[in-house]
């Protein structure tokens, strides 16, 4: 044990050395190796001597040269923003206007599969045809279609329908 002694190895490689060994004698050499680096990453001497290595993160295709594993936020307006003004810059001069209710309120609106907003609100949209679908807090539905002439007012109200019963009954 002469070899333990602190002027000629330093103390603080023991459990270092004892964790390898260790690991060596009942691990293959992949599983010794990985015990080696876990051994080296925690103990007293990783932080002394700078041993250990930095962890890498890996890059998401997404997150350019970040390498982050989060979700970056997009920094732009929401969803029903964009679509809203999407639909007012492409109503032109005939546009018509319709505003749009639910029952219970507060449904979100999706016109032509996107989202546009909450009831109640006032569209500018172009003469057409449009499908107009709402969906309540608590899973309600209601889909309708409206045929908007050139610079009509229109209102739609949509009674939403709950896709479960809210009262069950058991008769015997």
């Known amino acids: 044990m002469a070899w333990f002694r602190s002027n000629q190895r330093p103390l603080w490689l023991l459990p270092a050395v004892v964790t390898v060994l260790l690991g060596s004698a009942f691990c293959g050499a992949a599983q010794a190796q990985a015990v080696a680096e876990a051994a080296g990453a925690t103990s007293v001497s990783a932080t002394a001597t700078g041993a250990a290595k930095p962890a890498m993160v890996p890059k998401l295709p997404g997150a350019a040269g970040s390498g982050s594993q989060h979700l970056i936020a ?3 307006p ?3 923003e964009t679509n809203v003004r999407e639909f007012q810059a492409h109503a032109g001069k005939d546009a018509g ?4 209710r639910a029952t219970p309120s507060e449904a979100q609106i999706w016109v032509n599969g996107k ?14 045809k449009y499908e107009v679908e709402m969906r309540g807090v608590r899973g309600e539905s209601g889909k309708s279609t409206v045929d908007l002439l050139p610079r009509e007012t229109r209102e739609l ?14 008769q015997q």
Request: hydrophobic letters at 45%; proline letters at 13%; aromatic letters at 2%.
């Open 74 to 76: 997009s920094s732009g």
């Open 78 to 80: 929401p969803p029903q």
């Open 157 to 170: 109200q949509v009674k939403l329908r709950s896709l479960y019963p809210a009262r069950v009954t058991a």
């Open 115 to 128: 989202i546009v907003g909450k009831t109640p609100l006032l569209l500018l949209l172009a003469p057409g």
């Open 97 to 100: 206007k319709i505003l749009l």
